[in-house]
């Protein structure tokens, strides 16, 4: 049998119920794991290792006992450091968040509890998730399991990370702009982004409130979901969940993709994409042509503004957002110093760079005089983007194309570029305006021996089809079962 830390997310449950391993057994090899690579791969911001071993244990207690068992009890599970966890530090990857504990849990994360997972840790992110490298993090860049000198993508870049290092068998992530999907691609794992509405957002940190999603990275397709069976749906304490009824994904198990049409976007193939990124996911398209897929051309003809808009709508979001951490309630507090100097001061020396940067962007954008030339007119271009895909799917079932335009940069590299770190996302910013749903999924690997993701998206709420046409790719392939050696 493959070591624990190998399994993915099906053969720990299933071996879970078979007794094949313990809860404790199984929790015990990650943490392993983690005490092993983790000062390489610097996935994870705090690894709550004697709390999951006590819920462990309590797994193969309650299992013992023959009681009804959730559907998932004692799997482990990793959480990207933007979700609350009650009791575990929440830092956002941010110093002005050092320290804090939040007493309450993610609905999206709760959940999983309920279902019976349990927490192996939180991981690293940009600041605010905030960045498409991990290097945005106040506290360390992670590393990719591919190759250590690289980005993993980001802001999800520790969850990506863990899954890709075999730290976790599968992790929490969210995903603004791209910040699941992205960091899928790069780090050779599986990453969905639902419908906006689809999850919950209470108990994430928030970034765009417009934008925001809970989204899954996993091993497989058919492990994400899994885990999307359970977060989705309605949440009280959320107003912008949506109440239409959640349509649980089964997965096919015969690779037949009779009867649907593929959209292939000319724009998504444009002057500046790695040949090898775009040999590859033209290749995995031929794929879905031959299971029956019928592959045409469209055209989304806004896509160009996607990246001007997001920039301006995101950041306008952000200001607002994180005006709510002046050292005055909770995080970081700069003493010493009278009311006004103080809230200057804890903001100046709790944010990082980027943070700083788009708060003042955003501050921009909404201020007296600006707002309509601004704000205004991207929130009216975001509407032209929407189209575009409501269009589009009036011709097609899936639209599929590049998740990044390159593979997985080298750490540094874009550092003193902020427009060419942006671009990274120029490929999954125009569905996260439009909020549907996206998966990124592994589909080869460029002549350096780093991942290719290709996404595939869907109309809003049609993540059941989005789920079977990914899984039905990789029941034909397998590039999702390579492993870095790390």
């Known amino acids: 049998m493959a070591e624990l830390h190998e399994l993915d997310l099906r053969q720990a449950i299933e071996g879970l119920k078979q007794g094949d391993f313990s809860s404790r057994e199984l929790t015990a090899a990650f943490l392993q794991r983690i005490e092993q690579l983790d000062g390489a791969l610097q996935a994870f911001l705090h690894v709550a290792g004697e709390q999951a071993l006590t819920q462990a244990d309590q797994a193969d207690k309650q299992r013992g006992e023959n009681r009804e068992a959730p559907p998932l009890l004692g799997v482990p599970l990793a959480v990207k450091d933007v979700l609350a ?9 941010s110093r002005i968040l050092e320290g804090f504990l939040p007493s309450y849990t993610a609905t999206s994360v709760q959940r999983l509890l309920d279902a019976g997972m349990l927490v192996l840790g939180k991981t690293n992110t940009d600041e605010f998730a905030m960045g498409s490298s991990t290097e945005n993090s106040a506290y360390f860049t992670t590393h ?14 520790g969850s990506a990370a863990a899954v890709a290092g ?65 977060m989705a749906g309605r949440d009280p304490k959320d107003a912008s969940t949506s109440d239409r009824p959640v349509e649980t994904a089964v997965l096919q198990k015969k690779a037949d993709l009779k009867g649907l049409t593929i959209g292939v976007p000319n724009e998504y193939f444009i002057a500046g994409v790695q040949p090898a990124v775009e040999a590859a996911v033209r290749a995995a398209i031929q794929a879905l042509a031959d299971m029956g897929a019928a592959v045409r051309e ?15 709508l995101a950041p306008a979001e952000a200001s607002a957002n994180l005006a709510r951490f002046d050292g005055v309630r909770y995080g970081l507090r700069v003493k010493d110093a009278d009311v006004i100097e103080m809230f200057k001061r804890t903001r100046g020396e709790g944010f990082g760079p980027e943070v700083k940067r788009r708060i003042m962007i955003g501050t921009y954008a909404l201020s007296a005089g600006y707002y309509d030339t601004y704000y205004g007119q991207a929130q009216k271009v975001r509407t032209l983007i929407q189209r575009d895909f409501e269009a589009a799917f009036e011709q097609v079932d899936l639209i599929a ?26 490929f999954t910013l125009p569905s996260s305006l439009a909020g549907i749903p996206g998966i990124s999924v592994p589909v080869g690997f460029d002549e350096g021996g780093l991942p290719i993701g290709m996404q595939l998206f869907a109309p809003h709420f049609a993540e059941t ?22």
């Open 166 to 230: 075999g730290l976790a068998p599968i992790a929490l992530g969210t995903d603004t702009g791209g910040s699941v999907r992205q960091p899928a691609a790069l780090s050779g794992v599986s990453g969905l982004r639902p419908t906006y509405g689809r999850n919950s957002r209470y108990g994430l940190i928030a970034f765009g409130s417009s934008l925001d999603c809970v989204g899954v990275l996993g091993r497989s397709v058919a492990d994400i979901a899994i885990l999307q069976n359970v």
């Open 85 to 93: 966890v009650a009791d575990m530090p929440a830092t956002a990857g």
């Open 144 to 157: 990719n399991p591919w190759d250590l000198e690289r980005v993993p993508g980001g802001s999800s870049g």
């Open 298 to 312: 469209i055209s989304l003809p806004h896509t160009e503004y996607a990246l001007p808009v997001y920039y301006i």
């Open 401 to 426: 194309g590049p998740t990044t335009p390159t593979t997985a940069f080298r750490i540094g590299e874009h550092s003193d570029d902020p427009l060419e770190m942006y671009l990274q996302d120029v």
């Open 465 to 486: 089809k989005l789920l079977q046409a990914a899984h039905a790719y990789q029941m034909t392939t397998d590039w999702h079962l390579k492993r870095p050696s790390v």
